[in-house]
């Protein structure tokens, strides 16, 4: 980690910082605070926005667990958040995501779709995820794939989900949040 991280319980000076820490600890409940949000904690306004912002996109959109996880474990892939998929692998097998199946997804290219692995609608937001993250740009083909899938609440859900797990994994990375950065992914799945 490049900074230290921030006492747990946080210290605070005002009751609005810990108004703050209240509602970052009541999402996380019953769990207890991460890393992550002991390091946004050096600054409470963004921490508390953070929260709030993060807190919708993964558990206020209709997505399936499966389709949110996958899409966020392949961000952490090609973004090389070891952190990140730590955390997320796991969820997409919960999920209903076979193990193979992330096998697939942690791979640098992931090529054709895996006969049996994954559902063409996986394999769309999945293949939507990987060029969002490794070229902003989505081509018309993709998104026609996507849309064949899902509709328009779906796909808003599904970019803000890409688009914020980008930010989380440029975070985590350029902090070494967890001190993850060259880790890599192989000791998350052999777990499951």
């Known amino acids: 980690m490049r900074l230290p991280y921030v006492a747990d319980p946080p210290p605070t000076q005002t009751e609005q910082d810990a108004a703050i820490v209240q509602r970052i600890q009541d999402r996380r409940a019953p769990r207890p605070l991460q890393a992550l949000d002991l390091t946004l904690l050096h600054s409470p306004h963004v921490a508390d926005g953070w929260n709030s912002f993060l807190g919708a996109v993964r558990t206020k959109t209709s997505l399936s667990d499966d389709v949110r996880e996958l899409a966020i474990s392949r961000v952490a892939v090609c973004n090389k958040a070891w952190y990140e998929w730590g ?80 930010c989380v994994s440029r975070f985590l990375v350029a902090l070494d949040v967890g001190e993850k950065n060259g880790t890599g992914p192989d000791a998350v799945l052999s777990a499951h």
Do not use: C
């Open 87 to 166: 955390h997320h692998a796991p969820l997409a097998i919960q999920g209903g995501v076979g193990v193979a199946a992330m096998e697939h997804v942690k791979e640098d290219s992931l090529g054709e779709r895996p006969e049996g692995l994954l559902s063409e609608k996986q394999w769309a937001a999945l293949v939507y995820a990987d060029e969002m993250t490794k070229n902003v740009q989505v081509r018309d083909e993709t998104f026609a794939l996507l849309k064949q899938h899902f509709n328009d609440q779906e796909v808003v859900e599904i970019t803000a989900t890409v688009a914020a797990y980008n």
